[in-house]
């Protein structure tokens, strides 16, 4: 029971480039969401998706691109990496069904990108 | 637009000492508060509020609301080493049919010495 995994754990791009961040979870939640954490800014949600197919923008959703072609996988995109882009990435997961806590979230370990 | 607002956003005391971190938020169609804590990796689970004026407590950790003040403490006695983290405050807003989207606020860095 791995619980929520993240691929890869650390990267370095450059200017331009692109790359797919990959989370998956096995704990069977309909909700997923990708967030990015900056040194004193807390976490901010980029994307979130509340159902396999489904996607929606966050607070900081420009320069990145999700799909969640399954319940279990929530993929983050980024088509040309920018400077700006350089942070941690955590992917949450929660419930999401009747009677269960949707709004306790579980993080993955997270994804350190710097971009070059 | 929503916000959550957490002081001191660092601090640094002795074991041994007691710490008062704050949270307070303006959100809309407010349902529940989280706190986390976050050591080198992912945010862990503390606690979730929902009820004014009903403590939590886990071990030394406690916390509270106060939904007339719309704010929550969180406070730990009796501070320890391993205490030593980001403490995260997030909010749990409905917007429409969104759920379980929850609004952080930017954290506070605890340091405690030995």
């Known amino acids: 029971n791995a619980g929520v995994t993240q691929t890869p754990k650390f990267r370095v791009l450059k200017t331009g480039q692109s790359m797919t961040l990959l989370c998956a979870q096995d704990?069977?939640?309909?909700?997923m969401y990708w967030y990015r954490q900056d040194p004193g800014m807390g976490l901010r949600l980029i994307h979130y998706?509340?159902?396999?197919?489904?996607?929606a923008k966050g607070e900081v959703p420009d320069g990145y691109n999700v799909s969640r072609l399954k319940k279990q996988n929530f993929l983050l995109g980024l088509e040309s990496a920018a400077p700006s882009q350089t942070s941690v990435y955590f992917c949450?997961?929660?419930?999401?069904?009747?009677?269960?806590?949707?709004?306790?979230?579980?993080f993955g370990p997270g994804t350190r990108l710097t971009v070059l | 637009e929503d916000k959550v607002v957490q002081s001191p956003l660092s601090l640094v005391v002795h074991e041994g000492d007691t710490v008062t971190l704050n949270c307070s938020y303006e959100?809309?169609?407010?349902?529940?508060l989280l706190w986390y804590k976050q050591e080198k990796k992912a945010p862990t689970f503390l606690f979730m509020l929902?009820?004014?004026?009903i403590e939590k407590k886990s071990g030394r950790l406690s916390s509270i609301l106060d939904k007339k003040e719309l704010s929550s403490i969180l406070n730990i006695t009796a501070t320890q080493t391993g205490d030593s983290a980001i403490y995260l405050c997030?909010?749990?807003?409905?917007?429409?049919?969104?759920?379980?989207?929850?609004?952080f606020g930017r954290g506070t860095q605890l340091t405690v010495w030995p």
């Open positions: 959100v809309t169609n407010f349902r529940s």
């Open positions: 998706s509340v159902g396999e197919g489904t996607t």
């Open positions: 949450a997961t929660s419930g999401g069904a009747p009677f269960v806590r949707y709004n306790e979230q579980f």
């Open positions: 929902t009820s004014s004026g």
């Open positions: 704990m069977n939640h309909e909700y």
């Open positions: 997030a909010v749990d807003s409905i917007r429409g049919s969104t759920l379980g989207r929850l609004y």
